[in-house]
């Protein structure tokens, strides 16, 4: 069955791909703009990590639509090279004890389509990446990746099956295997984006445990749509994005206690910077269901949905600094911020292309 909300908040605009919107003006040219470069040839690249060593990164593609397979990518930093490390239906790797739900045993289908990604170092030492993906199923998935430099391959290991009528959003790993993630809104009753953007509680966060292979709602968690969640190493706190209220909030996983709150516009994806910041996505404030769905109706380029890139302090919940601010060209609709080194790798929900900014260089 095809589940109506698979991507991050304004991926969520893909449910409008059957309704009639009016066309928007695609961004062609694959020019720079001031210190941000777009690299093109892609579809879809909604999230992406960092791999070790700072010479590649891993990009999750949710690929042209809902019924469409997606990808999981390796980026070569120097030559900008691509390398297809997983598509849906391959079926290489085995399940692995200790990698998910035991009951599931079979690799993800044809129709696999990456959303919210997360990388790991495991207490074992092996890493493993965490996809939420929605194409064969509502899950989980798990894979190890191995290699060094730029030479990295995946094996999945297993997954984790969402809970009953949730469509997950972003995964937030901890090294023992346990995990956090954010379900956005319910399967049923879907929400129409068309109408309006739902201000009531539409979903929350989950812990799931590798002990006992189960989920709980993590208290003080319920919002307007949650986003992209990341967590302390050591698991005790999360850092969630309510992205139809305009906030992420600090939570104490055992209590579900607030520690603070921030105000941040339309947030997406969170991830965490080198200097212990939390970079987070933010959407223009004032966008509706008929421009997500302009959007999502470009067959080429990029759209145009303006963004930021701002950085949280998480001890203070105060957002210190914006790294990046554009209202168009060379991309829009920016759904993720990655730092590596000088550098801050963006990626989107819908197009063929992520942005390369260079930090030491004036903005345009």
Same mark, same amino acid.
């Given at each position: 069955?095809q589940? /109506?909300?698979?991507?991050? $908040?304004?991926a969520l605009?893909a449910?409008?791909?059957g309704t009639?919107?009016?066309?928007?003006?695609?961004?062609?040219d694959?020019e720079?703009?001031?210190?941000?470069?777009?690299i093109?040839?892609?579809s879809?690249?909604e999230?992406?990590?960092?791999?070790?060593?700072?010479?590649?990164i891993l990009?999750?593609? !949710?690929?042209?639509?809902?019924?469409?397979?997606?990808?999981?990518?390796?980026?070569?930093l120097? *030559?900008?090279?691509?390398?297809?490390?997983?598509?849906?239906g391959?079926g290489?790797?085995?399940?692995?004890?200790g990698w998910?739900d &035991?009951t599931?045993?079979?690799?993800?289908g044809?129709?696999?389509?990456?959303h919210?990604?997360?990388l790991?170092r495991?207490d074992?030492?092996?890493?493993?990446l965490?996809?939420?993906?929605h194409?064969s199923?509502?899950?989980?998935e798990?894979f190890?990746v191995?290699?060094e430099g730029?030479n990295?391959?995946?094996?999945?290991?297993?997954c984790?099956p969402?809970p009953?009528?949730a469509s997950?959003? *972003?995964?937030?790993?901890?090294s023992?295997?346990d995990?956090?993630?954010?379900?956005m809104v319910p399967?049923?009753?879907p929400?129409?984006?068309t109408?309006?953007? &739902?201000r009531h509680i539409?979903?929350?966060a989950?812990?799931?445990?590798?002990?006992?292979?189960?989920?709980?709602?993590?208290?003080?968690?319920d #919002?307007?749509?949650?986003?992209g969640?990341?967590t302390?190493?050591?698991g005790r !706190?999360?850092?969630m994005?309510a992205?139809?209220?305009?906030s992420?909030r600090?939570?104490?996983v055992a209590? %579900?206690?607030e520690?603070?709150r921030?105000t941040v516009?339309?947030?997406?994806?969170?991830r965490w910077?080198p200097?212990?910041r939390v970079?987070i996505?933010s959407?223009a404030?004032?966008?509706? %269901?008929?421009?997500f769905g302009?959007?999502?109706s470009i067959?080429?380029?990029a759209?145009?949905? &303006?963004?930021?890139?701002?950085?949280l302090?998480?001890?203070?919940m105060?957002?210190?600094?914006?790294l990046y601010e554009?209202?168009?060209?060379p991309m829009?609709?920016?759904?993720? #911020?990655l730092?590596? #080194?000088d550098e801050? $790798?963006?990626?989107?929900f819908?197009g063929?292309?992520i942005?390369?900014v260079n930090?030491?260089? /004036?903005?345009s």
């Amino acid at each position: 069955m095809q589940r /109506p909300f698979f991507l991050a $908040f304004a991926a969520l605009a893909a449910v409008l791909l059957g309704t009639q919107v009016s066309q928007a003006e695609p961004i062609i040219d694959c020019e720079p703009e001031g210190n941000a470069r777009p690299i093109c040839g892609f579809s879809n690249p909604e999230d992406m990590v960092a791999l070790p060593g700072d010479q590649a990164i891993l990009i999750g593609e !949710y690929g042209a639509s809902a019924a469409a397979t997606g990808r999981l990518l390796v980026l070569e930093l120097d *030559s900008e090279k691509q390398h297809t490390v997983f598509r849906g239906g391959q079926g290489n790797g085995a399940a692995e004890p200790g990698w998910g739900d &035991p009951t599931c045993t079979t690799p993800p289908g044809e129709k696999f389509n990456s959303h919210g990604i997360d990388l790991v170092r495991r207490d074992d030492g092996r890493l493993q990446l965490l996809v939420i993906q929605h194409g064969s199923r509502e899950a989980v998935e798990l894979f190890e990746v191995m290699g060094e430099g730029i030479n990295w391959r995946v094996e999945w290991r297993g997954c984790v099956p969402a809970p009953p009528n949730a469509s997950l959003n *972003s995964v937030a790993a901890i090294s023992n295997g346990d995990f956090y993630t954010t379900q956005m809104v319910p399967l049923d009753p879907p929400v129409d984006l068309t109408k309006d953007i &739902p201000r009531h509680i539409t979903g929350h966060a989950f812990a799931w445990s590798q002990s006992d292979a189960s989920f709980r709602k993590i208290g003080g968690t319920d #919002g307007a749509m949650p986003n992209g969640i990341v967590t302390s190493a050591d698991g005790r !706190y999360i850092y969630m994005n309510a992205t139809a209220e305009n906030s992420i909030r600090k939570i104490e996983v055992a209590t %579900g206690r607030e520690l603070g709150r921030a105000t941040v516009d339309t947030p997406d994806n969170a991830r965490w910077s080198p200097d212990g910041r939390v970079l987070i996505a933010s959407l223009a404030s004032d966008l509706t %269901g008929e421009d997500f769905g302009a959007c999502v109706s470009i067959t080429r380029g990029a759209c145009d949905i &303006p963004f930021k890139i701002v950085a949280l302090d998480p001890d203070s919940m105060t957002i210190v600094e914006t790294l990046y601010e554009t209202d168009g060209a060379p991309m829009g609709a920016g759904t993720v #911020g990655l730092r590596v #080194g000088d550098e801050l $790798f963006i990626g989107s929900f819908h197009g063929d292309r992520i942005l390369r900014v260079n930090l030491k260089l /004036p903005g345009s």
